[in-house]
């Protein structure tokens, strides 16, 4: 455009500063970010023209109209115009900071800065010349504190996501707003001199244009020209007239700034020992471990390292970085020619030569750093196995921040990714794009049922969204510490959406943890405490303590920031002494003793400090949270007295920290088997990349077996579906072939052990989680998220224990992390194919299959079965969730009744030892492993083990035999032999790992005993059960007898919960176990119709309400569904069936009724209305229909009174 073109109208009108003020407010509002190339564009034309003091006000309406001129937005502006992909505004780490920029259209603007400053102003940036540092200090100081200002004045703050485009047009806001964010920008000549003194304004200069002077580029996208200057120098006034790229700016200026001092070179050598190092702690965040030194190829830009990852996985990592040679001063972004280094990059990780097995294991990944100049770097097709993967330093920290809890995460991306691109073109703008496809694809790409495309066009917004939820996660930014010269990193501990509670990062010389709140930095930290203090007590703490700081400050807002005084930040010192607290969680009194257990002061002007005693640990053992009452009472005090203020402590308490379940102070003692983690591997699932590869597996096999494409033949359904599993157990019986017994049982068993505890941890946590953050909070969703991924990974757990302990393998190769996750992604889906057969088998399910034109195994979505147990499934998650926030405190001293002599007796004459003898037998071996291997798998000579509970419980040879016999696996010729008892995905089997804890093994030709004393303690739990129950398979005469008491006892006592139900709702007259009405049984001909299990009337509504009450435990499987629905709904022995005849008989013999409980036989309006009331919601009333309610207890009371509400429906109606 030329400068004739804005000498016309409308542009010969416009005053320059005003349009610039304007033009740049506009960039400070967030949903304008979308429309930032016409924002940029407006403020380009606005430095060209002159001051115009005689130009008309610049009013909101004038503005909306200079926005639609075509030089602003035409089509061609427009369609330059993409989708934001990162959040709008960033925090950058520098002395006296940390320092707010808004990242504009530049790519990672905040992320290179910071790689800039770090390598100019960190250690290594020594070796600059001094004069350039020292120029450069002052720039970077005053650009920043000039973004961070006009940032501050407009309300942004740290990570602005940018909200979705939905109006094609520029946001204008109304005259104040305007005028508000107007005067962000504007600086008059005193306020600049004192944010930009004398010496520093030369620097700032080449910064800055006179109204005018600027010349406006030609071509539709943002005047990139305006970077160059984004500030504009009025007469009486400095404006920042693009504040969206004063970043991008300082990036530049100290580009040009080192060609002056001739250091470029150099710097671009620092800046990829800094991109390399920052690599580096990303990978080892992620459990990649450094295989050797850093390595520099001096005649070209690289850096090199190799990694070893999960045992035996590689990674090849090369850093190419700009170089920035013949780097243009008048242009800052240009382009750097990286393309004459590929060839170099290629033989360097992928080289000539025969490919080795070693290649195959090996990642080979490349960073590709820019520093603002575009920059292209392609690899020609690979010459050797294994997968490989080019991306930024920042992609990897947001996919880091996001998966790096699997160290196989890049493994299996790299994987996919390669052999996506083998197969068809692929079109992505960056590999964080392509990453966050693939994760909304479960972990791969298989993107469509339909024939497999041969072009992938990859969305830019994909890496948008990831870039989001990683720093809703975690907010990685960094912070001044009161204690330390230099920032300090720091990331979110429960998410930014949860609570302002940050941990700082290693390395800083131990993690404190910081509460950011409104205008005050408040510091947890222990600094007296040694090393040697247990990380969960120390964590625990430190946790509770910011916990309640965080809710005293929403509670009473000044208290705090008066205890600080004139000071910034606020410092609340822990201390307390490690080994008394040690000895206190080992089960030893405390030594330490005070009463109260926290004492406080305030030793100095902005700390508090606390004093913890050992004395305090059976409070921290209560369910109830006294002991966090006393933490915030001696936090409170200790504030009000720094502050010189008073506040009624108890009430205070009693509003944030009422008593209940309500706390943070979570300390696991030694006793607790099930919540120590210890030495345990991190819980692993069944990994969504591992099974998307069986999945394709499967069809590939299926395709090989002759199935045609296409639907499957209703009647070929099941034998199918069984062919799968056998397929599936055959690849299990191979892949366990070939491994070596060296450790296998071992890990097997330490895995599952992981599990447990995972599960043990989340359902103890729950309802305190709950109480603090609530039920919709980030850390309560995902602890009732992953509850069902954690049981599917349980059984394929167990499967994996079961076939290794039947048949232990002789082969050579160890038990990796990745073979690990194949068998259980095997098992998981074996285990998933046979429950759809027995469903099918059992009439629940109609769905249909197919070979699909991708190549899987099709399954039809959304049929009854799949339906009813998805909906149960979230059902029981929020009945979880309301569960736990609801549940009730224990007494304390309150505990399970032992068993009765009838159960006893029973236990012996079934399996030769009694419940009590089962849990004397079950914790004498915990204590032996305890001796042995504490909270590890166990494995000692069976003779040992045999001998010690002899001995140690005065037991007889015989009974000893039998308490082995009936809680061990044993190897067997065939895994199969026994049948149905073999079969993963029934529930109540003999041969099951949740039923027998203990495995027998030969080790060096000894015959010996393993087990894993978390699930050997959850074993008495679930043999109690079986047994209370009814679920137990007897065949002694004794058991089976006490079984059917059991069930008799069970029943009368649910049929009064059904009958306390019906009062709650309202019924004013209720009975239980009706067999006669005035003196008659209930009868058809001739046949009895059984009690009426509750009864109930209410008078008010005209309502009788016969009740069938159900103690039924839940099915978990196809087969016992099959039993489940046998009871409830199927057939004529169905409580479906019994229920409908007793109320038809309500109904006819209404008039008697009626008289019997109301003296009155007027049977006008009054209706009769059965229902099946469950102890628990059952999966059959969700897969099968009935005519008659199906309702749980829990609900039962709701439902009556709706029902109650309801008018009878007339006769005839429809």
């Known amino acids: 455009m030329s400068q004739t073109a804005l000498d016309g109208t409308p542009w010969s009108a416009v005053d320059g500063p005003s349009l610039a003020r304007a033009a740049a407010a506009l960039q400070l509002i967030p949903q304008n970010v979308p429309r930032l190339v016409r924002l940029q564009r407006l403020a380009g034309v606005a430095a060209c023209l002159p001051h115009r003091p005689e130009a008309p006000r610049l009013s909101p309406s004038r503005l909306r109209t200079l926005l639609k001129n075509p030089v602003i937005a035409g089509l061609d502006v427009r369609a330059q115009e993409d989708p934001y992909d990162d959040l709008y505004t960033a925090e950058i780490a520098f002395h006296g900071g940390p320092y707010l920029v808004a990242q504009g259209l530049t790519s990672r603007s905040a992320f290179t800065l910071n790689l800039l400053l770090r390598s100019i102003f960190g250690p290594n940036g020594t070796t600059l010349p001094g004069a350039f540092r020292q120029e450069a200090h002052a720039l970077t100081d005053a650009v920043l504190r000039l973004s961070h200002t006009v940032l501050i004045r407009a309300g942004l703050g740290r990570g602005i996501v940018v909200p979705t485009a939905r109006n094609t047009e520029v946001f204008v806001p109304g005259a104040g707003e305007l005028s508000r964010l107007c005067e962000a920008v504007i600086f008059d000549k005193p306020t600049w001199q004192q944010l930009v003194p004398g010496p520093v304004a030369e620097l700032l200069a080449p910064l800055t244009v006179r109204p005018g002077q600027h010349t406006f580029p030609p071509g ?82 690289l850096s090199r390292r190799l990694f070893t990852v999960a045992d035996d996985t590689f990674l090849d990592l090369l850093v190419i970085t700009d170089d920035l040679s013949d780097y243009d001063d008048e242009d800052p972004y240009g382009q750097w020619n990286a393309q004459t280094h590929s060839q170099r990059v290629q033989d360097l990780l992928d080289p000539p ?21 575009t920059m292209f770097l392609g690899i020609g097709s690979l010459r050797r196995p294994g997968p490989f993967l080019m991306l930024t330093a920042d992609d990897l920290q947001v996919m880091a921040d996001l998966d790096g809890g699997d160290p196989l995460f890049l493994w299996r991306f790299a994987q996919a990714e390669t052999a996506l691109r083998n197969d068809v073109q692929v079109i992505s703008f960056g590999t964080l794009d392509t990453y966050g496809l693939y994760r909304e694809h479960a972990h791969s790409f298989y993107l469509t049922d339909e024939r497999r495309p041969t072009l992938v066009t990859v969305d830019s917004d994909f890496s948008t969204h990831l870039r989001t ?150 409070l921290l053992q209560q369910e109830t949270n006294d002991a966090e009452r006393i933490l915030i009472h001696a936090l409170a005090t200790a504030a009000a007295v720094a502050a010189d203020t008073t506040t009624d402590l108890d009430d205070l308490i009693d509003r944030i920290a009422p008593l209940g379940p309500k706390k943070m102070l979570h300390v696991v003692s030694g006793q607790e088997l099930l919540l120590r983690s210890d030495s345990l591997p991190a819980p692993r699932l069944v990994q969504p990349a591992v099974s998307a590869v069986v999945l394709d597996e499967l069809g590939q096999w299926l395709t090989r077996e002759g199935t045609p494409p296409g639907a499957i033949a209703p009647d070929q359904r099941l034998r199918v579906l069984n062919q799968v599993v056998a397929y599936y157990f055959h690849l299990l019986q191979s892949a366990f072939a070939e491994l070596s017994p060296d450790g296998l049982l071992r890990q097997l068993l330490q895995r599952h052990e992981a599990l447990l505890n995972a599960d043990a941890v989340s359902h103890q946590g729950m309802p305190a989680r709950i109480a603090c953050f609530g039920p919709t909070s980030q850390t309560a969703q995902e602890l009732a998220r992953i509850s069902r991924r954690r049981v599917e990974a349980a059984q394929a757990s167990r499967f994996l224990i079961e076939y290794a302990a039947a048949v232990p393998p002789s082969g050579q190769q160890q038990l990796t992390l990745d073979r690990y996750d194949r068998l259980m992604a095997l098992a998981a889906d074996l285990i998933s194919r046979a429950m759809l057969s027995d469903a099918i088998r059992h009439e629940f399910s109609d769905v249909s299959l197919s070979l699909l034109d991708s190549g899987r195994l099709g399954v039809s979505r959304a049929d009854r079965f799949e339906t009813g147990t998805n909906t149960l499934a979230l059902a029981r998650a929020e009945a979880a969730l309301q569960g736990a926030a609801a549940r009730t405190i224990t007494p304390a001293g309150s505990q399970a009744k032992p068993p009765s002599s009838a159960v006893e007796e029973a236990m012996r004459a079934e399996f030769g030892f009694t419940l009590t003898e089962l849990a004397d037998g079950i914790g004498t071996l915990i204590a032996l492993g305890e001796e042995h291997s504490p909270s590890e798998s166990v494995l000692l000579p069976a003779a040992d083990v045999t001998q010690h509970l002899n001995v140690a419980l005065g037991w007889p040879e015989g009974k000893t035999t ?253």
């Open 353 to 373: 030569g025969t490919p080795t097995e070693h290649d195959a294991r090996t990642l080979r990944m490349v960073i590709n750093q820019s520093f603002g100049r």
């Open 220 to 301: 539709p996208g943002p005047d990139e020209t305006l970077v160059l200057t984004p500030v504009l120098a009025a007469n009486d006034s400095m404006i920042v007239a693009n504040p969206g790229e004063l970043a991008a700016a300082l990036r530049h200026r100290l580009f040009v700034l080192a060609g002056a001092y001739n250091c470029r070179p150099q710097f671009a050598e620092l800046l990829r020992r800094e991109v390399l190092q920052t690599t580096t702690r990303t990978l080892t965040q992620c459990g990649a471990r450094p295989a050797g030194p850093e390595s520099h190829i001096s005649d070209v830009p």
């Open 469 to 618: 939820e990683a720093h809703r996660r975690f907010d990685r930014h960094e912070v001044s510490h009161p204690d330390r010269d230099t920032l300090v990193a720091v990331s979110a501990v429960y998410g930014t959406d949860t609570a302002p509670v940050y941990r700082t990062e290693a390395p800083t010389g131990g993690q404190d943890l910081l509460v950011e709140l409104a205008g005050l930095q408040v510091w947890v930290t222990a600094p007296g405490v040694s090393t040697s203090a247990p990380a969960a007590l120390h964590d625990c703490f430190l946790e509770a303590a910011a916990y309640w700081i965080w809710q005293l400050a929403g509670a009473a807002p000044g208290l705090l920031p008066a205890a600080a005084g004139d000071q910034d930040s606020l410092t609340v010192e822990m201390s307390y002494d490690p080994r008394a607290w040690a000895a206190a969680l080992a089960g030893k009194e405390a030594t330490d003793g005070t009463d109260p257990w926290i004492r406080a002061d305030t030793s100095a002007p902005g700390q508090l400090r606390l004093e913890l005693s050992a004395a305090g640990w059976p």
């Open 962 to 1214: 039998a308490f082995l016999h009936r809680l061990s696996l044993q190897p067997r010729a065939d895994f199969l032999s026994v049948k149905a008892d073999a079969w993963p995905w029934r529930f109540n089997r003999e041969w099951s790992y949740a039923r027998r804890p203990l495995i027998q093994v030969q080790q060096d030709n000894t015959a010996c005993l393993a087990w894993a004393p978390r699930h050997l303690w959850s074993t008495g739990g679930y043999w109690s059960n079986l047994v209370y129950s009814g679920r137990l398979r007897a065949t002694s005469p004794a058991m089976k007898t006490l079984l059917g008491s059991i069930r008799q006892d069970n029943n009368k006592d649910f049929e009064r919960q059904v009958e306390t139900a019906l009062e709650q709702a309202g019924c004013q007259i209720t009975a239980c176990g009706v067999a006669k009405i005035q003196g008659r049984r209930l009868t058809a001909d001739g046949h009895d119709l059984g009690d009426i299990d509750a009864l109930g009337i209410s008078l008010t509504h005209k309502k009788i309400f016969v009740a069938e009450a159900k103690d039924f435990e839940m099915a978990r499987n196809p087969a016992e569904l099959a039993n489940e629905a046998d009871h409830l709904i199927r057939g004529d022995k169905s409580a479906r069936y019994k229920i409908s005849r007793r109320a038809q008989w309500i109904q006819s013999h209404l008039a008697a009724t009626l008289h019997h409980y109301t003296r009155s036989s007027d049977t006008r309006g009054w209706s009769v209305i059965p229902v099946i009331v469950t102890s628990r919601d059952l999966m059959a009333s969700r897969v099968l229909q009935s005519d008659v309610p199906v309702v749980p207890i829990a609900q039962a009371a709701e439902w009556v009174r709706a029902a109650s509400r309801r008018a009878p429906r007339r006769r005839g109606s429809r």
